[in-house]
């Protein structure tokens, strides 16, 4: 499951970027910094950019919800 998540990672943060209405500058400046690190049971781990690592928590409840829902749906629609 990991590995098809991390092939899969730029279509979410793509397809959470066009379902949510999400700016350019908002995509660019904080989803584009994320990576997975691991897939841990259901559970997916994702990394950020040092840069922008003090502003996990901003990130965690801006776009947290959204990014949990974009997974679900695009893994629902195989």
Same mark, same amino acid.
């Given at each position: =499951?990991?590995k098809? !998540?991390?092939?899969k #990672?730029n279509? !979410?943060?793509? &397809? =959470?970027k066009t ?6 500058v908002a995509y660019e400046? #904080?989803?584009l910094?994320? $990576?997975v690190? $691991?897939?841990?049971?259901n559970?997916?781990?994702? /990394?950020?950019e040092? $840069?922008k /690592?003090? =502003?996990i928590?901003? !990130?965690?409840n ?5 990014l949990?829902t /974009?997974?679900?749906? =695009? &893994?629902?629609q195989?």
């Amino acid at each position: =499951m990991e590995k098809l !998540i991390k092939e899969k #990672w730029n279509d !979410i943060l793509e &397809f =959470m970027k066009t379902e949510y209405n999400i700016t350019k500058v908002a995509y660019e400046n #904080w989803l584009l910094t994320l $990576s997975v690190h $691991s897939v841990q049971d259901n559970t997916i781990i994702v /990394a950020v950019e040092d $840069s922008k /690592a003090t =502003m996990i928590e901003f !990130i965690k409840n801006k776009y947290g919800q959204f990014l949990q829902t /974009a997974i679900e749906e =695009m &893994f629902e629609q195989k």
